[in-house]
């Protein structure tokens, strides 16, 4: 074994000491905070696209919902009878201008002849014009139509426009017939598009303004319907990850936009809601990344500015009290390597024989207590971001999570998946009869029974409201019978009444919809997708009930 070189044994075993515990404790806890300040930073990277993306979300379907309560509106209209008993134009007038004074989004409505005359309309406006030619007469005559954003044409210069900008028009029209079943003419309604301007607003706080986020809306063919002024009309074709039209999963990515800036980029298409089929349209969500991630980079730096200040704390201490006692720091530097292996701040002894050195390790003890502290609070977090804070069921964030880890273990396992919706029915008549509190005890309860269905290793998550998806593994063999099973639990348990306070008992019932994976589709998400259809036929076919997703072919 060669010796050491001459310039090392200038030094005394004291000084060679107290040179390499003043580096091994330097180098660990910057070790550490780096670490630490790693993994945090990772956390909150995803957090915050997973911010962005739920933004986007939460404005298309604030944007369905609203457009879901205009149909109803429209089909409710269906139900004047002056526009079917009484033809008169002054008394249909008043009929229309009284409902079109309940909602301020509607521009104007008005009613024609089978031909495609505007008999009657809010205002006086158009009467007697012929709109047959239009596609609000052309599509409306066959049945519930929408037609999606576009400029005023007819009424561009009729209508009041205080602002003086091109008014924006979202077509909604019906066909009117008589008690007999005779086409009677077309109710033709405008919805001013300035309530989608009310939506995108009340999306973000003068706090939230003041960081640079913005909303976009696109249509379903890429052009910006709102947004910036420079984009309103503009298609956004150099985006990278607008989803596809049957991709209805919120996401996020780092988008390089036209103007060459980055952005934290969050996506959600519209998929309709209700009576509203739905358009196509997709909401964005974006921040620029270096406002976005500003947080994450502070964060960074104070970790590594502590573990910088730490590791020069713990260096002085270990030179100014340099003693001949090796054993003890030799512990110490062997708890260090512990440490760096996974172990916890108990790895570090309590080196009681010299106050220097408990007051040593009982420092190092609370430095790593702290920074293991602070991964913990992460990891807590991370829990609380991927369960429903109502039920405590896992949400969908962590379903997609899950889904990711599960599939090539059950690949590796050869085994095969059961995916099954739950929507409750009936709930809805529960918040409005006995209010929102009783509906929320009532999800508690039902959780309870999701939970008492399920065997050991399955996943039930709540998706929102009064969804539910379930997923079971099981060989390829066990599909059908325990998907069968699981489903006449699931029927049976939540079919029973829900005590609730003051003596009160509710009634719901369940819908189900099934598909299996890898059976019906390679991708998980395509068989959420067909077991969420299977879930619609289930509903439509009656109610409380299971329907398997079945092929085509």
């Known amino acids: 074994m060669s010796a050491p070189p001459s310039w090392i044994t200038r030094f005394s075993l004291r000084s060679r000491f107290i040179a390499l515990i003043a580096v091994l404790v330097f180098a660990t806890t910057l070790l550490l905070a780096w670490v630490a300040s790693r993994e945090t930073a990772r956390q909150m990277e995803a957090d915050i696209g997973d911010a ?15 457009m879901d309560a205009r149909v109803k509106e429209v089909k409710l209209m269906l139900g004047i009878q002056a526009l079917t ?61 929408i037609g999606d954003v576009h400029e005023a044409v007819l009424l561009a210069q009729l209508l009041p426009n205080p602002s003086g900008e091109a008014l924006k028009f979202v077509d909604i029209a019906t066909p009117v017939h008589d008690p007999s079943g005779e086409f009677q003419g077309v109710l033709a309604v405008h919805l001013s598009w300035e309530w989608a301007e009310y939506v995108q607003a009340s999306m973000f706080s003068p706090t939230t303004h003041q960081h640079d986020a913005e909303i976009l809306l696109l249509s379903a063919d890429g052009t910006v319907l709102l947004g910036p002024e420079n984009f309103i009309g503009q298609p956004l074709d150099s985006l990278q990850h607008v989803p596809a039209l049957d991709d209805t999963a919120p996401r996020w990515a780092i988008e390089t936009w036209p103007n060459g800036e980055r952005f934290v980029t969050g996506y959600a298409r519209s998929d309709g809601y209700e009576d509203f089929a739905g358009l196509g349209w997709v909401a964005i969500s974006r921040k620029p990344v270096a406002t976005a991630f500003a ?23 270990g030179w100014v009290i340099a003693s001949r006692m090796v054993a003890p720091l030799t512990r110490l530097s062997h708890a260090a390597d512990l440490i760096y292996d996974g172990a916890g701040a108990d790895a570090i002894p309590m080196e ?10 009982t420092s190092m003890r609370n430095m790593v207590g702290r920074l293991l502290d602070q991964h913990h609070t992460i990891n807590r977090l991370e829990d609380l971001a991927n369960t429903d804070p109502l039920t405590g069921l ?13 599939i090539p273990e059950a690949e590796r396992n050869q085994q095969s998946m059961v995916v099954i919706f739950i929507d409750l029915d009936g709930f809805k008549q529960v918040n409005d009869e ?6 929320d005890l009532l999800l508690i309860e039902i959780t309870q029974r999701l939970k008492s269905a399920l065997r050991s290793g399955d996943v039930v998550a709540r998706l929102g409201g009064d969804e539910f998806v379930m997923v079971l593994k099981t060989k390829d063999e066990y599909l059908e019978k325990l998907t069968h099973e699981i489903s006449r639990r699931l029927l049976t348990s939540i079919a ?11 009634h719901v019932g369940c819908s189900l919809g099934a598909a299996w994976w890898p059976h019906h589709a390679h991708s998980i998400d395509t068989v959420l997708q067909l077991a969420d259809a299977a879930l619609y036929t289930a509903k439509n076919q009656g109610k409380h009930q299971l329907v398997i997703h079945k092929p085509s072919h």
């Open 352 to 361: 009681s024989g010299y106050p220097e050195f408990e007051r040593l390790s």
């Open 85 to 145: 008993n009484d033809t008169r134009t002054n008394v249909l007038r008043e009929q229309l201008e009284r409902l079109q004074d309940n909602h301020n989004v509607v521009s104007w409505i008005g009613f024609t002849d089978p031909e495609g005359t505007v008999q009657a309309a809010t205002g006086g406006i158009l009467e007697g014009v012929s709109i047959a030619h239009r596609p609000v007469f052309i599509e409306g005559q066959q049945q519930l139509w």
């Open 52 to 66: 962005t993306s739920e933004a986007a979300y939460q404005m298309v379907d604030k944007l369905d919902r609203s």
């Open 434 to 439: 006995l209010g929102h509190h009783a509906g």
């Open 295 to 317: 947080p994450i980079d502070r964060l960074k730096a104070a970790i590594m500015g502590m573990g910088v200040l730490l590791a020069l704390l713990f260096a002085v201490i």
């Open 496 to 506: 029973k009444p829900i005590p609730l306070p003051e003596n009160k008992r509710a």
């Open 394 to 406: 896992p949400n969908r964030a962590f379903l997609n999570q899950y889904l990711l880890l599960a």
